[in-house]
């Protein structure tokens, strides 16, 4: 996750100058209050003097705090600290809470007896959320205050975690984990604008690598410690910790977080497209679920996906027409994603390589602990345990990635990621009835060490081939379009695993060798995939330098002082 630092260091090169003017300016010197986040972030032109603290500490929480109250003297002040603390622990518990139940799924499917397709929706429906809910944060945070966004994120975050919980069926366990991922979807997003917020350019990249380690830990541990606790209590006491980690987060957003920005009332966001894409993502998925249990000839198949389809098509011609009379100032409210980012060649290359890694990376996170628990007959915990170290590695080699990347560019890092990840699949896809365990937990320490030396650098490498002023709305649109493959990769990669294994058993094989085969084959065409990212790279990832921070931070002091020397 240590990318989002470096997608928006170039966005935020013209700050330098301003920066420095600020830190020279008289402590007395008036101003006017701070701009509010629109879709790029802003930050106060000049100092303003911090105002006098209100009675009661909670009224003096909701002050905002300004830059030059926040930083002071190369460090952060307490306030600020703490503020970004809570921050990070509650982004922290939202990728933590995504991949929590992979390792109890099998256990859930069972409890509920229902189909893993649909069982699956468990973790799909919180990458789906999440991807519709990225483009609403420049509205978010723009319209509301931090400390609005965080408590009620977290609120709806615990409710959602007591439904999961004490819920009788799945369609309720399935909201409550609805719920979850609008309560977490946005607070990665608000992490962001706070750190940019805050640190000045120079500082931003160390920065944002330090809370991306952290965020990168929370995948490592999430399916280990579910499946203990699954093994333990069952798969409710997931959500019974969640539910105290929620209320533990409401307080301290309560009583210990600051306001970051100025908020702006008279913001509005297209709620109508956000309908437009949950109808149209949605509906594809229920098609794709419905397949296995009905004939494709069946109106619950086909039609889902018809809707779904032609959601999906009036969302995105919505967004075109809507970003063009924005821009010709025939309205005031932009599109919920500005999609004519994808006209640059590059950045459309780099966004497809990274939808195919979450595409292809979702589905294993599903497949692997069916295999170790169904048909190895292993615990939830041994499933959780033999996932841990590539989790591991990932988090490793996504903080050594961005440093390879500012040295030798996104071209060479890449290759070496991609390259790591098809081997790692080829060779998981030769696993069979009596493999041992362990070698499944070495392939996948492969795969997940490309994946971290793929997303990142390809990721800025795109962004970096944006002009200044696009690369927020192109980090929002990679973003979704990466969550939304995420999330259809599990339920298209299980429906052919099923697909392939009803055909073996029709043909008299026993069911879990033919559901082995199933599994077998589903990692075949991911590594399919995987090789089709090799040629993408090697084909489409050019450019001098391509990739390199550095270079980033140079072309956009470049833009902001036009005359300095290159």
Sequence with gaps: MTEHGEEHSKDHGDQHTDDNRRAAAPATKPSTPSKPYTRDVHHERKLTPPAPPRSGHLKSLSQVLTRQEAYRDGHLSRKAFASLAILTFITFIGNFTQLQLSAALPTLVDDFGITVTLGQWMTSIFQLTMGVMVPLTAYLTRRFSTRQIV??????????????????????????????????????????????????????????????????????????????????????????????????????????????????????ADFFSVGLSIIGFGGLMF????????????????????????????????????????????????????????????????????????????????????????????????????????????????????????????????????????????????????????????????????????????????????????????????NTVRQIAGAIGSPVMILIMYSIAAAQMAGGQQAIPANVAGIEWALRISAIINFVMILMVVFGVKGEDAGSTRAAVRRALAHATPHATK
């Design 151 to 268: 408590i009620t994120s977290m609120t709806v975050f615990t409710v959602g975690s007591v439904l999961a919980w004490l819920s009788p069926t799945f369609p309720l366990a399935l909201f409550g984990r609805f719920l979850e991922a609008v309560g977490t979807g946005v607070m990665w997003p608000v992490l962001q604008i706070t750190v940019f917020s805050i640190y000045p350019l120079a500082r931003r990249g160390m920065a944002m690598g330090i809370v991306g380690m952290a965020m990168a830990v929370a995948p490592a541990i999430g399916p280990t410690l579910g499946g203990v606790q699954t093994d333990a209590n069952g798969w409710r006491s997931i959500f019974l910790s969640l539910t105290v980690i929620g209320c533990i987060s409401i307080l301290l957003a309560v009583f210990g977080l600051h306001n970051f920005g100025k908020s702006d009332k008279t913001a509005r």
């Design 287 to 478: 098609g794709f679920t419905n397949i296995q249990a009905y004939p494709f000839s069946a109106p619950i198949v086909w039609l889902p996906m018809v809707i779904g389809v032609a959601g999906i098509v009036w969302f995105v011609l919505r967004q075109i027409f809507s970003e063009k009379k924005f821009k010709e100032g025939k309205s005031t409210r932009p599109a919920l994603l500005d999609l004519s980012v994808l006209k640059n060649k590059y950045f459309s290359i780099g966004t497809v390589i990274a939808s195919l890694s979450f595409f292809a990376f979702s589905s294993l996170v599903v497949l692997i602990p069916l295999y170790i628990q169904n048909c190895r007959g292993y615990s939830a915990t041994i499933s959780g345990l033999v996932m841990l170290p590539g989790a591991i590695a990932q988090a490793i080699s996504q903080f050594f990635g961005g440093r390879a990347l500012d040295r030798f560019g996104a071209r060479p890092v890449a290759m070496v990621g991609t390259i790591l990840l098809c081997f790692g699949t080829t060779m998981m896809s030769t696993i069979g009835l009596h493999t041992w365990i362990w070698m499944i937990s070495i392939y996948q320490f492969i795969r997940q060490i490309g994946m971290g030396f793929v997303m990142m650098p390809v990721t800025t490498w795109s962004l970096n081939c944006l002009k200044p002023a696009e690369v927020s709305a192109g980090s929002a649109v990679t």
